[in-house]
Structures are given as structure tokens and as C-alpha cells.
């Protein structure tokens, strides 16, 4: 009985562990991330990044959200100047099954196997979003985030991409390091 009750405890477990977007994060070690409160959007850097004004929106919308829930507000005279860039790449997958010619595994001769067997050539495109967080005053990049993951044309499944791009990285902002 009591298997009963672990079970969906660790079926929604392995849903919550299994996530579509890799991360990473570096930052200046020198940098007193408790000093900044406010920030502002770099226009001249996201101006030049090559992707639809929408997905630009998008973007910006949910690191407004993610750095408000953080208790940062948005100003004139930012603490911080926040940019992105994205990169995108093509991937191919091929998988090859019963290739070859003469016997298949096991005892015995598989007439089945005789020269034949089935390719699978499947693509898509790997995305990659970094968030620059550079302090104002100085102008030095003081922390980067990357989240890397597959990409969708879906306009529903890209908006909650999105947010999940950028939630988990900004979730590594400010750094738990302590400054040395």
C-alpha cells in the first residue's frame, strides 16, 4: 500500500527532473551582486539581435517578470543594463537499423536481414539564449547566463519555451558564491 502512495510522489519527481533546457551561468567573483536593485534593457545590444521583434518581446517580457519576482525593478538610472543574444544551429540525427548484410544477432540465419534495413534521418534546431547582466556605472559584464535547447515554430509552445529559457537561467541569478 504504502508503494502506492511513492508512486506518483516519484512519477511527478521524474517529470520535474527532466527538462528540456541545459543551463549555465559565470560571473565576476569581484562583483557585490547585493547592490544592485534596478536595471534597464540595453536597446543598442538587442536591437542588433537577428530574431523576429516578437520572440524580442517575448524575450524581454519574461526577463522583466523573472527579475520582478527577484525584487529588481525597472529604471531610468539602472544599477544594471541587461542584453541577449541567441544562436541557432541545425541538427541532424540519423539512426540506422538492421544495416548491413548476412546474420542478425542471435542463433540461427534471419532471412530478414538479408540486406535490408531502415535509415531514420530526423532534424531540428538547437537554440541557445544568453542574458548579459552588466553593471551600469562601470559598463563591465559582471554575470552571463546560457540556456541551450530545442526549438519550436509552435507559437503556443513558444512562449512557454521562452519563459522556461529564461526562468531557469535568471534562476541562477544573483550567484550563491560568496565573494572572495
Avoid at 116 to 133: A, C, E, K, M, R
Amino acid at each position: 500500500m504504502k508503494t502506492l502512495k511513492i508512486l506518483p510522489l516519484l512519477f511527478i519527481f521524474l517529470l520535474s527532473s527532466c527538462s528540456s533546457v541545459r543551463v549555465y551561468s559565470d560571473f565576476d567573483s569581484r562583483a557585490d551582486f547585493s547592490q544592485y536593485k534596478t536595471y534597464a534593457f540595453h536597446k543598442k545590444g538587442i536591437d542588433r539581435v537577428q530574431i523576429s521583434e516578437l520572440d524580442k518581446k517575448r524575450i524581454l517580457h519574461a526577463i522583466d517578470n523573472a527579475l520582478s519576482q527577484k525584487g529588481m525593478t525597472k529604471n531610468e538610472n539602472p544599477d544594471l543594463l541587461i542584453n541577449f543574444f541567441t544562436k541557432e544551429r541545425e541538427q541532424i540525427d540519423v539512426n540506422q537499423f538492421n544495416m548491413g548484410w548476412g546474420y542478425g544477432w542471435g542463433w540461427g540465419w534471419n532471412p530478414f536481414l538479408w540486406g535490408g534495413g531502415n535509415t531514420f534521418v530526423s532534424s531540428s534546431t538547437q537554440g541557445t539564449l544568453y542574458i548579459d547582466l552588466i553593471d551600469a556605472k562601470k559598463k563591465e559584464l559582471i554575470w552571463q547566463g546560457e540556456g541551450i535547447g530545442t526549438l519550436t515554430e509552435n507559437r503556443r509552445e513558444k512562449e512557454k519555451q521562452i519563459n522556461e529559457f529564461v526562468s531557469k537561467i535568471l534562476a541562477q541569478f544573483p550567484p550563491t558564491e560568496t565573494k572572495k
